[in-house]
């Protein structure tokens, strides 16, 4: 391999010896320059990292799954702050990591569902954050925080916008601000998608359940008959992206709404809550896409990357924290 050039200047390099552990030092030939050394990590998401690459896939692993931090202490025997450090640092990598490698270019989702994700920050009994999510992909588009009003809602549209005119159906609750929202974010040419409602505040006796029905003119019978087309149920409904908030509750206790621990600050909660949505969506194979034995067993792992055409395989943490991304 030739050496790398310097993730600071651009400069050439030169070999400068090895590290304790190994790891290949450059030095950058270029004297004006201010990092002067590096070694063979730069780039990645093990660079400068305290923790062990063996060492730090557990924590991410384990940490993506729910396993508390304070209970990784004893566990790797580093302390509390060093692995929140750690986990901070390789879960911007990811965040790099799907601006540098994934293309969303190629990608519409067909359906999109948005709801609402209750959590909770130390000191504050205020709820926030919205999801928007792929059902038919089961890839989870965007997940946005911050107070829970209209202008947190609006954020996360705005990072759907660029489907505008594209997707053909939109489910969400009776929050009258959707309405107001799709037609600014997802109409092109006054034509928006369609829109089909499940309102929770209204129960309906006629039907024995809560009250659904289409936006933009649209019945709620011809709704129906799109969610059927999409191989999604029969009725209007934001069941699966109900179910993604449960699975995102056990991947996290600061989610857990029986647990004891909480985030200490909004910002870390959204930080975790992008790490386990790139997992989810990169790594971890998806029971309802891939293929399964006769047993259940899943015998050809997809993941909804995968099945957005971004992959050829499940992704591993490794890999995605051996990428080297320029700076």
């Given at each position: 391999?030739e050496?790398?050039?310097?993730?600071?200047?651009?400069?050439?390099?030169?070999?400068?010896?090895?590290?304790?552990?190994?790891?290949?030092?450059?030095?950058?030939?270029?004297?004006?320059?201010?990092?002067?050394?590096f070694?063979?990590?730069?780039?990645?998401?093990?660079?400068?990292?305290?923790?062990?690459?063996?060492?730090?896939?557990?924590?991410?692993?384990?940490?993506?799954?729910?396993?508390?931090?304070?209970?990784?202490?004893?566990?790797?025997?580093?302390?509390?702050?060093c692995?929140?450090?750690?986990?901070?640092?390789?879960?911007v990598?990811?965040?790099?990591?799907?601006?540098?490698?994934?293309?969303?270019d190629?990608?519409?989702?067909?359906?999109?569902?948005?709801?609402?994700i209750?959590?909770?920050?130390?000191?504050?009994?205020?709820?926030?954050?919205?999801?928007?999510?792929?059902?038919?992909?089961?890839?989870?588009?965007?997940?946005?925080?911050?107070?829970?009003?209209?202008?947190t809602?609006?954020?996360?549209?705005?990072?759907?916008?660029?489907?505008?005119?594209?997707t053909?159906?939109?489910?969400?609750?009776?929050?009258?601000?959707?309405?107001?929202?799709?037609?600014?974010?997802?109409?092109?040419?006054?034509?928006?998608?369609?829109?089909?409602?499940?309102?929770?505040?209204?129960?309906?006796q006629?039907?024995?359940?809560?009250?659904?029905?289409?936006?933009?003119?649209i019945?709620?019978?011809?709704?129906?008959?799109?969610?059927?087309?999409?191989?999604?149920?029969?009725?209007?409904?934001?069941?699966?992206?109900?179910?993604?908030?449960?699975?995102?509750?056990?991947?996290?206790?600061?989610?857990?709404?029986?647990?004891?621990?909480?985030?200490?600050?909004?910002a870390?909660?959204?930080?975790?809550?992008q790490?386990?949505?790139?997992?989810?969506?990169?790594?971890?194979?998806?029971?309802?896409?891939?293929?399964?034995?006769?047993?259940?067993?899943?015998?050809?792992?997809?993941?909804?990357?995968?099945?957005?055409?971004?992959?050829?395989?499940?992704?591993?943490?490794?890999?995605?924290?051996?990428?080297?991304?320029?700076?």
């Amino acid at each position: 391999m030739e050496n790398p050039i310097c993730h600071r200047c651009g400069g050439k390099t030169y070999k400068h010896g090895q590290q304790d552990n190994g790891k290949q030092r450059y030095w950058c030939t270029n004297s004006a320059c201010s990092v002067q050394t590096f070694n063979e990590d730069y780039g990645t998401g093990y660079y400068n990292m305290t923790l062990s690459k063996k060492d730090l896939n557990e924590v991410i692993y384990l940490f993506f799954h729910g396993f508390p931090i304070a209970d990784m202490v004893e566990l790797k025997e580093v302390s509390e702050q060093c692995i929140r450090d750690a986990l901070h640092k390789a879960i911007v990598h990811f965040e790099r990591f799907e601006e540098f490698r994934i293309n969303y270019d190629q990608y519409v989702p067909e359906v999109i569902e948005v709801d609402e994700i209750y959590l909770q920050v130390q000191g504050s009994k205020e709820f926030y954050g919205w999801i928007a999510y792929d059902p038919k992909r089961k890839y989870i588009i965007a997940i946005e925080l911050g107070k829970r009003d209209v202008e947190t809602l609006e954020r996360l549209f705005r990072r759907l916008a660029r489907f505008r005119g594209k997707t053909k159906l939109v489910l969400v609750d009776g929050l009258k601000s959707y309405k107001r929202l799709i037609k600014k974010y997802l109409t092109k040419n006054g034509h928006p998608p369609a829109v089909g409602v499940i309102n929770k505040s209204k129960y309906s006796q006629h039907k024995k359940g809560f009250l659904t029905y289409g936006l933009f003119g649209i019945s709620g019978m011809h709704i129906e008959q799109l969610i059927r087309q999409q191989g999604l149920g029969n009725k209007i409904s934001t069941a699966l992206i109900e179910c993604l908030n449960r699975l995102l509750r056990d991947d996290s206790p600061y989610l857990r709404r029986r647990s004891a621990r909480k985030g200490r600050g909004l910002a870390w909660i959204r930080l975790s809550l992008q790490g386990i949505r790139c997992f989810r969506n990169w790594c971890k194979p998806h029971w309802a896409l891939s293929f399964r034995s006769s047993k259940n067993w899943l015998k050809w792992k997809i993941t909804p990357l995968m099945e957005i055409g971004q992959a050829t395989h499940p992704l591993s943490i490794a890999e995605i924290l051996g990428t080297r991304i320029p700076h």
